[in-house]
């Protein structure tokens, strides 16, 4: 199956204490660029989120949001320091008395006091957090990967069919070659008879300028090998898998077939259908382009 380089995909899952989102979208890239955007404490995770998306993802510019919460608030620890807040305490004492001054501290002052209550932030649980994160991306990732593969068969559809049309075109060329060089033949005897007038017309001359005209205006190798290009492209359709960058160089080779087509003929009827081959080969490489 083909798949095509535009694709989305998200997935959401929670309990109890995580809830976490994973949304991917894709266009073409002639590599794999992938774009992960996630909560910076998670970032740490970033290198192994990319390694699993390289299962299900080998070319396209993949932009990845990940969003991640823990639904129990425990991300800090404060501890009370008594041994801290007795001795401010005893020097508080000691200086009402060294001083006759009235102690007036109270449990809201003395807390504020340095090192009295201390916050620690929790270790959080990696594998946990991992465990939510990888099933979450790989969810998404299948799905983002059946979007891919949907648009791929259309693409594929589409490419058939205009695989089709070009082979009308190679057919009118394959059939009208012969013509042409029948009518340049009568043509020459014509033009021959009309300058010589009574006198004999040497009928070899003529054989000879006509294999001339002939040689010259042969596509038939060409034309073979625009069908053995068809062909290839079809069957590398059906078989699937990464297609595109060898799909992409058959193009190029069929328009390059085209142009030498185009450039051998005088005959205005084989050259408009060789624009239009031109034109339905250069619509496949469009088309193409999307292919993974």
Not at 30 to 36: K, N, T, V
Not at 174 to 199: C, H, M
Request: charged residues 35%; proline residues 1%; hydrophobic residues 40%.
């Amino acid at each position: 199956m083909v798949k095509s380089m535009t694709g989305f995909g998200r997935y959401e899952y929670s309990d109890e204490k995580y809830k976490c989102s994973v949304e991917m979208k894709s266009v073409n890239h002639r590599y794999l660029d992938l774009s992960i955007k996630m909560p910076k404490r998670l970032s740490f995770f970033e290198t192994s989120v990319r390694n699993l998306l390289k299962d299900y993802i080998k070319r396209g510019k993949v932009d990845v949001f990940v969003t991640f919460e823990e639904l129990e608030e425990q991300n800090v620890n404060i501890r009370y320091n008594k041994a801290v807040a007795s001795k401010y305490m005893e020097y508080l004492n000691q200086m009402a008395e060294d001083f006759g001054l009235e102690n007036d501290i109270r449990v809201s002052t003395l807390s504020r006091y340095p090192e009295v209550f201390d916050m620690d932030e929790v270790e959080i649980d990696e594998d946990a957090i991992w465990h939510v994160l990888e099933l979450t991306t790989k969810k998404a990732a299948e799905n983002f990967a059946v979007s891919r593969e949907k648009e791929g068969e259309n693409l594929k559809a589409d490419l058939i069919q205009k695989l089709d049309e070009m082979l009308v075109n190679v057919d009118f060329i394959t059939e009208r070659a012969p013509v042409i060089i029948e009518e340049y033949r009568q043509k020459l005897n014509a033009k021959v008879a009309e300058l010589l007038g009574d006198t004999a017309i040497d009928e070899n001359r003529i054989l000879a300028e006509v294999t001339i005209y002939a040689d010259k205006s042969c596509v038939d190798e060409e034309l073979v090998r625009l069908r053995s290009h068809v062909k290839a492209t079809k069957d590398a359709l059906e078989a699937g898998g990464e297609v595109g960058r060898k799909l992409d160089f058959i193009a190029q080779e069929m328009n390059r077939e085209a142009n030498t087509t185009l450039s051998k003929t005088t005959d205005l009827e084989i050259a408009n259908a060789a624009i239009d081959l031109k034109t339905s080969i250069e619509k496949v490489r469009e088309q193409i382009q999307n292919l993974e």
